[in-house]
């Protein structure tokens, strides 16, 4: 199986689009979506609405949660808690109802797919250090965990004793060894590449790939602007930081 694992859409349609059109170039036979469907961009309900039929597995995000009602906006910076209250008066109820039952954490063709952590998935840390990473490899049993949230790209490996980082473009996974993958952002890339971040795990090779796709981003930030959302979130998807 080839799996195509997308995070962090974050209602941005044009991301979402370009996204999937790589997505069925790829050949790739199933898709995963770990959350964080709405939030930050104009377009909440079309990305929900394009996702439901086509992902296979999906798990909340803290941005879902936001905009079901289901978390304190104090939590969140003032941008963030304005898109979300601006999304949570939009939200159609067939999004909602959609989007209610999805789980935080599950387990898919054998590996762990979380928003933020294994550990403890509806708390929304987040993986950023060798030490995160350490913890959270003892809180899983899977081989492979993936994982969204941070919105930067990048792959945690341990053999048990020792565990590496790596931002590179491809990684040939190796066996007798475990690995934490972030997958990216679709719609708010935060590593200084502001093109769409997915990624491909070629199962029989046992291979992965971050790959990245160009879109119309200033399309999607005029959407932002119209809609009357913060305009540092128009801003922020053309420096993808
Ligand atoms: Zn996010």
Known sequence: MKLAILSDVHGNLEALEAVLADVAASGADEIACLGDFVGYGASPNECVARLEPLVAVAVLGNHDVAALGRLKLGRFHSDAATTARWTMERLEPARRAWLEPLPYSISWHGH??????????????????????????????????????????????????????????????????????????????????????????????????????????????????????????????????
Request: charged residues 30%; hydrophobic residues 35%.
């Open 112 to 241: 762990r797919v979380v928003h933020a952590t294994p550990s403890e998935p509806e708390e929304w840390h987040y993986v950023l250090s060798i030490e995160d990473a350490q913890y959270e490899f003892a809180a899983f049993g899977e081989r492979l965990g993936f994982i969204g949230h941070s919105h930067v790209p990048g792959v945690f490996e341990t053999d048990g004793a020792h565990t590496g980082y790596v931002r590179t473009r491809e990684v040939s996974l190796k066996p007798g060894r475990r690995y934490i993958v972030n997958v990216g952002s679709v719609g708010q890339p935060r590593d200084g590449d502001p093109r769409a971040a997915w990624l491909l795990y070629d199962e029989p090779a046992d291979r992965i790939e971050h790959r990245r796709v160009e879109y119309d981003i200033e399309s999607a930030a005029a959407r932002i602007r119209d809609a009357g959302l913060p305009a540092f979130l128009a801003e922020r998807i053309k420096w993808g930081e």
